[in-house]
C-alpha cells in the first residue's frame, strides 16, 4: 500500500512558477512509476507527465517545454516544476502511483492517487 501526499500548490501570476511535491509512504518507492494528472473546474481529469522508475520522462502536449518531472528515490518523493504558467494551467493537481515498469497517460493505469493540491493562475 502507498500513500501519496502532494503539497506546493497555491496562487501564482501568469508567467510565474511554482513546484509542486508529491510524498510516498511505503517501501519501495524506486520500483514505482510516477505520475501526474490535473482537473480544471468542470472539466475531467487529464494526464500532465509521467516518470518510471529508470527515470524516462513523457508529456502531454499542453505541457510539453514548460514542466519537468522528476524524483527523488532517496526521499520517495516526485517533483513537478512548473514554469511559464498559464491561466488554462489553473486546476487541481493529483499524484498518482503503480508499481510497475512503465508509464502511462491513462487514469486507469495507476493503483493509488493522492488527494491534490490546487493550482490558481491569475492572469
Known amino acids: 500500500q502507498v500513500q501519496l501526499v502532494e503539497s506546493g500548490g497555491g496562487l501564482v501570476q501568469a508567467g510565474g512558477s511554482l513546484r509542486l511535491s508529491c510524498a510516498a509512504s511505503?517501501?519501495?518507492?524506486?520500483?514505482?512509476?510516477m505520475a501526474w494528472f490535473r482537473q480544471a473546474p468542470g472539466k475531467e481529469r487529464e494526464f500532465v507527465a509521467f516518470i518510471t522508475r529508470t527515470s524516462y520522462t513523457y508529456y502531454s502536449d499542453s505541457v510539453k517545454g514548460r514542466f519537468t518531472i522528476s524524483r527523488d528515490n532517496d526521499k520517495n518523493t516526485v517533483l513537478l516544476q512548473m514554469n511559464s504558467l498559464d491561466s488554462v494551467d489553473t486546476a487541481v493537481y493529483y499524484c498518482?502511483?503503480?508499481?510497475?515498469?512503465?508509464?502511462?497517460?491513462?487514469?486507469?493505469?495507476?493503483?493509488?492517487w493522492g488527494q491534490g493540491t490546487q493550482v490558481t493562475i491569475s492572469s
Open positions: 498518482a502511483a503503480r508499481n510497475g515498469p512503465a508509464g502511462s497517460s491513462t487514469m486507469d493505469y495507476y493503483d493509488y
Open positions: 511505503g517501501r519501495s518507492f524506486s520500483s514505482y512509476s
